[in-house]
T-cell receptor, first 114, second 113 residues
Framework: EAGVTQSPTHLIKTRGQQVTLRCSPI?????VYWYQQALGLGLQFLLWYDEGEERNRGNFPPRFSGRQFPNYSSELNVNALELEDSALYLCASSLGLSRDHEQFFGPGTRLTVL | AQSVTQLDSHVSVSEGTPVLLRCNYSSSYSPSLFWYVQHPNKGLQLLLK??????LVKGINGFEAEFKKSETSFHLTKPSAHMSDAAEYFCVVSDRQGGKLIFGQGTELSVKP
C-alpha cells in the first residue's frame, strides 16, 4: 500500500513569490493535515481538511491557505513568501475525525526562501 | 489547553544500554498520546499510541511507554539501544476535537558504539 506522497521534494523561491505544495493521502483516508517544521520552532500545525472542508487552522497568517480535492488530495498555498517561511512542510493523512486515529506522514517538501 | 514537554533536548546512550526519553503532558481531559520518530531527512513514523486502553503501550522496534496519570507522564523506553535508533523523537498529544497534533520540542537520541 502506498504511503502519503508529497511533491515536490525540494523547492527554492525568492521573497514575495508564491508556492504550491501537493499531497496525496493514503487510499481510503479522508483527512489531510499540514504541518510546518521550521528550524528552532519545532513542528507546528497548519491546516486540517476532511471531506473537502477546512476543519481547523493553526496560528498562521492568511497567506497560508489550502484546499482538498474530491479525490482527497490536497494543496498548500503560500503567498508573499517571507524568509521565515523556509521550513520542511509535512503532510499527513488519517481515516477521519477521531482524535485516536493515527496520522501517517509523508516525507515532506523542503522549502527554501532566499 | 493541551501541551507536552519533553524534558531532555538530547540523550546519548551506548549501544546495548537502556533508553529513557521523558515526556510530561498537560491536558484537561483524558488525552490521546503518541510517540513519533524522525530519522534524518525523513518523515515522521509512529512508534506507539495511548488511547485510554492499557496504560503500558508496546510499540514498534522494541519501544514501549507507560501512561501515568498521577505523574502526567508518558515516558518512552527501550531495554537495549541499537545504532539504528539514533533519531529525533517527538512526544505528541492529540487535540480534544481531533485533527490537530501538538508536538513536544523533540529529543535527539544519539547511540554510541
Amino acid at each position: 500500500e502506498a504511503g502519503v506522497t508529497q511533491s515536490p521534494t525540494h523547492l527554492i523561491k525568492t521573497r514575495g513569490q508564491q508556492v504550491t505544495l501537493r499531497c496525496s493521502p493514503i487510499s481510503g483516508h479522508t483527512s489531510v493535515y499540514w504541518y510546518q517544521q521550521a528550524l528552532g520552532l519545532g513542528l507546528q500545525f497548519l491546516l486540517w481538511y476532511d471531506e473537502g472542508e477546512e476543519r481547523n487552522r493553526g496560528n498562521f497568517p492568511p497567506r497560508f491557505s489550502g484546499r482538498q480535492f474530491p479525490n482527497y488530495s490536497s494543496e498548500l498555498n503560500v503567498n508573499a513568501l517571507e524568509l521565515e517561511d523556509s521550513a520542511l512542510y509535512l503532510c499527513a493523512s488519517s481515516l477521519g475525525l477521531s482524535r485516536d486515529h493515527e496520522q501517517f506522514f509523508g516525507p515532506g517538501t523542503r522549502l527554501t526562501v532566499l | 489547553a493541551q501541551s507536552v514537554t519533553q524534558l531532555d533536548s538530547h540523550v546519548s546512550v551506548s549501544e546495548g544500554t537502556p533508553v529513557l526519553l521523558r515526556c510530561n503532558y498537560s491536558s484537561s481531559y483524558s488525552p490521546s498520546l503518541f510517540w513519533y520518530v524522525q530519522h534524518p531527512n525523513k518523515g515522521l513514523q509512529l512508534l506507539l499510541k495511548y488511547t485510554s486502553a492499557a496504560t503500558l503501550v508496546k510499540g514498534i522496534n522494541g519501544f514501549e511507554a507507560e501512561f501515568k496519570k498521577s505523574e502526567t507522564s508518558f515516558h518512552l523506553t527501550k531495554p537495549s539501544a541499537h545504532m539504528s535508533d539514533a533519531a529525533e523523537y517527538f512526544c505528541v498529544v492529540s487535540d480534544r476535537q481531533g485533527g490537530k497534533l501538538i508536538f513536544g520540542q523533540g529529543t535527539e537520541l544519539s547511540v554510541k558504539p
